[in-house]
């Protein structure tokens, strides 16, 4: 089974940025579209950014972290830079594959928190 590691969340204060990384046991495996989800207390996972692979990536967003958040890759890694960093915003956050289909055993996750 792929493990799939989350890092580089921590505490931010509002306005305030961090950024994310995400590897695989399994470079292969970060090939596939890949996507950073997260999940606040008592919440659904939510999808917050995709990214596809090849040359010419496409990216998308979820409308509330558009213009704050930027999904980023390379051959091994998947990056999220989280710039003014909101309240809201505090969850785990995980990394996988866009499609379910393909999706392996979730990771620990990374935690952001964001406050004051």
């Known amino acids: 089974q792929v493990q799939l590691v989350e890092s580089g969340g921590g505490l931010a204060q509002p306005g305030g940025s961090l950024t994310l990384s995400c590897t695989a046991s399994?470079?292969?495996?970060?090939?596939?579209?890949m996507a950073w989800f997260r999940q606040a207390p008592e919440r659904q996972r939510e999808l917050v950014a995709s990214?596809?692979?090849?040359?010419?990536?496409r990216t998308n967003y979820a409308d509330s972290v558009k213009g704050r958040f930027t999904i980023s890759r390379d051959k091994k890694m998947v990056y999220l830079q989280m710039t003014n960093l909101q309240v809201e915003d505090t969850a785990i956050y995980y990394c996988?594959?866009?499609?379910?289909?393909?999706?392996?055993?979730w990771g620990q996750g990374t935690q952001v928190s964001v406050a004051s």
């Open positions: 399994d470079i292969r495996y970060v090939a596939n579209t």
């Open positions: 990214i596809t692979s090849g040359p010419r990536t």
């Open positions: 996988n594959t866009l499609d379910a289909r393909l999706r392996g055993d």
